[in-house]
């Protein structure tokens, strides 16, 4: 008779199907991986796949997820270095920070960049509750954090300010991110500003909006 898994044992195979998949989308995109490709390079079968994972999008959202984690881990490690903050503290931490994330091929813009178009809109009901309870937790914690460092911005703002890098964050990345034939256009006809510098365009725009920010609280 066959042993029932523990839960460390579904943990550990949830944990390598989603290996798995971060690999492969570290070469490839969202829409070349299979899932039946994902279970032959995990070695394990199709319907093992599908029990921990019930769609690409469910386990393409659990590597989104873990980025996110990830990256709040490290944003609250480099805001622990600081007791207060003034504005331009703060804005040469949010922007030095954002920087780092700044990597067009990284998994985390990358996911970004299809998560509300594609992501959600095949996700259950469970991984949808789960995912939205963490993220709102996570933001809730760095804008506490990030609050209690700085005199001048409500958790209202700290709030709008995230999700506003999140918005820069993901249009630019999707702006910048062209077929190969309209990079051959705007080559052949010099359309220069049609060519998206996705990091230096995503900094310039959050800049402009702490900036704008900064002048909305001079005058409340």
């Given at each position: 008779m066959k042993r029932a898994m523990t839960e460390s044992a579904k943990a550990e195979k949830a944990k390598l199907i989603l290996d798995t998949a971060y690999k492969m989308f570290q070469t490839g995109t969202f829409e070349e991986i299979k899932m039946n490709d994902v279970?032959?390079?995990?070695?394990?079968?199709?319907?093992?796949?599908?029990?921990?994972?019930?769609?690409?999008?469910?386990?393409?959202?659990?590597?989104?997820?873990?980025?996110?984690?990830?990256?709040?881990?490290?944003?609250?490690?480099?805001?622990?270095?600081?007791?207060?903050?003034?504005?331009?503290?703060?804005?040469?931490?949010?922007?030095?920070?954002?920087?780092?994330?700044?990597?067009?091929?990284?998994?985390?813009v990358r996911l970004s960049a299809i998560k509300?178009?594609?992501?959600?809109?095949?996700?259950?009901?469970?991984?949808?509750?789960?995912?939205?309870?963490?993220?709102?937790?996570?933001?809730?914690?760095?804008?506490?954090?990030i609050s209690e460092r700085t005199e001048f911005l409500s958790e209202t703002d700290c709030f709008d300010l995230l999700l506003a890098q999140n918005a820069i964050l993901v249009g630019f990345a999707n702006m910048a991110d062209l077929p190969d034939v309209m990079l051959k256009a705007i080559e052949e006809h010099n359309l220069q500003a049609f060519q998206i510098d996705f990091k230096a365009r995503s900094l310039a725009a959050m800049e402009l909006y702490i900036t704008g920010l900064y002048e909305r609280l001079k005058k409340s």
């Open positions: 279970a032959k390079a995990a070695n394990i079968s199709n319907g093992t796949l599908f029990y921990y994972y019930g769609t690409k999008e469910i386990l393409f959202m659990e590597m989104l997820f873990r980025e996110y984690e990830e990256r709040f881990r490290r944003f609250t490690e480099l805001l622990l270095a600081y007791e207060k903050m003034n504005r331009e503290d703060f804005k040469a931490f949010f922007l030095g920070e954002m920087d780092m994330l700044l990597d067009p091929n990284s998994v985390l509300n178009t594609v992501l959600e809109k095949n996700i259950d009901e469970q991984t949808a509750q789960k995912d939205s309870v963490m993220l709102y937790t996570s933001l809730t914690r760095i804008v506490s954090q």
